[in-house]
């Protein structure tokens, strides 16, 4: 497919996305004083405000279009999104579970562990693999969300997504005051991270490339949560993640690229849509690549001394590591893992 086709932006956002989660890993749990602190409590919700941005996108093209064909999507999606969930699942249970691990398995329980661990997301080392689970449940709603969307009216949506932001809300904010929401809205479905999938297929049918009001949302949204962080401590319920704050910045950002991300400068697309192909395999990798690599050659030189090149070092050479695993795994174990599947299903299908 060309770069016109592609639309660049989109692109550069899931390139950006996939660096700013990276970062969000490198930046140090711990801060030693209040420079540090700050410097993190800024930079943590625009980096994890793309977490919001990888459902969007996800959304904004299965909402729209591509699931005309449930079967067909299924099988496209178990080739694109579960083999390679579990072929780098798979990589992690080897490093730490076999290579590094200590208990002398037979490959019959390790065969069972894994297993085990990929269904009940347990993978050693795997904190950052739950976006697998919401992404793969979304995946199998998704021919049925698109149905609904399309046979809503522009108002019909635009009420639809004030539901969920207003039950999000409530969700998020009442609980931290001691106000118990109850079961009636414990049973509600429409809320968590399925307000992404369905606000980046909104976004771009409702407002198209409108960017000024959502700069002022995001803007707003990005002062709350400071305030929250630096007024209010002992009060941040939901700061991050599913807070409408988060949603509002989530949306400034992918407006933002709506409206200027078509950059004419073909030679560097062309890398960034090279990029993006493996952007999925970057992020499966990366918290491999950052804890076993990246940041013990980082720890060896004199830049574990500075707080934020520390931090930007760590980002940059895990994400260009990963990039080169990403490209060397997919070209070889994930290309045998397809072939091995495709080649069962014809066996099945024969039989």
């Known amino acids: 497919m060309g770069l016109k086709k592609r639309e660049v932006k989109y692109d550069y956002l899931r390139t950006l996305a996939v660096f700013a989660i990276i970062m969000v890993h490198a930046v140090p749990g711990e801060t030693l004083n209040f420079k540090q602190w700050l410097f993190s409590a800024a930079l943590s919700p625009v980096l994890l405000a793309f977490v919001g941005i990888y459902f969007m996108l996800s959304g904004l093209f299965l909402l729209k279009s591509g699931t005309e064909d449930i079967p067909g999507f299924y099988w496209s999606r178990f ?17 730490f579970a076999i ?7 037979r490959w019959q329980e390790h065969l069972a562990a894994f297993g085990k661990g990929l269904f009940t997301g347990t993978i050693p080392m795997t904190p ?5 689970y919401v992404i793969m449940a979304l995946y199998l709603c998704a021919p049925f969300l698109a149905r609904m969307m399309k046979a809503m009216s522009d108002r019909e949506l635009k009420l639809f997504l004030a539901l969920m932001v207003v039950v999000q809300g409530i969700c998020t904010y009442l609980p ?9 809205f414990q ?8 307000i992404y999938f369905v606000l980046g297929y909104a976004l ?3 407002y198209g490339s409108s960017s000024l009001p959502f700069a002022f949302l995001g803007i707003a949204g990005f002062c709350i949560t400071m305030v929250q962080k630096c007024v209010t401590p002992s009060f941040t319920p939901g700061i991050h993640d599913l807070a409408p704050t988060m949603i509002a910045m989530a949306a400034a950002i992918f407006q933002l690229f709506e409206r200027f991300g078509d950059i004419k400068s073909p030679a560097f697309a062309k890398v960034v849509g090279c990029i993006s192909r493996y952007s999925y395999s970057i992020y499966l990798i990366h918290y491999l690549v950052l804890g076993q690599a990246a940041r013990g050659l980082v720890e060896k030189t004199f830049l574990r001394h500075y707080y934020v ?14 990039l080169a695993a990403a490209w060397f795994i997919d070209g070889t174990l994930g290309r045998l893992l397809k072939k091995a599947v495709g080649a069962v299903m014809i066996v099945g299908k024969k039989v």
């Not at 950052?128 to 697998?132: A, E, N, S």
Request: hydrophobic share 50%; charged share 15%; aromatic share 22%.
């Open 176 to 184: 931290a005051l001691g106000l118990d929401v109850g079961e009636g």
């Open 128 to 132: 950052h693999l739950w976006f697998m």
């Open 204 to 206: 771009k049918r409702l």
């Open 309 to 322: 090149p520390k931090i930007v070092c760590e980002t940059i050479l895990t994400f260009v590591i990963s």
């Open 187 to 194: 049973y509600m479905i429409f809320k968590g991270w399925l």
């Open 79 to 95: 080739q694109t999104i579960v083999l390679p969930f579990v072929c780098y699942s798979g990589i992690y249970y080897w490093y």
């Open 99 to 105: 290579y590094l691990g200590v208990e002398p398995f």
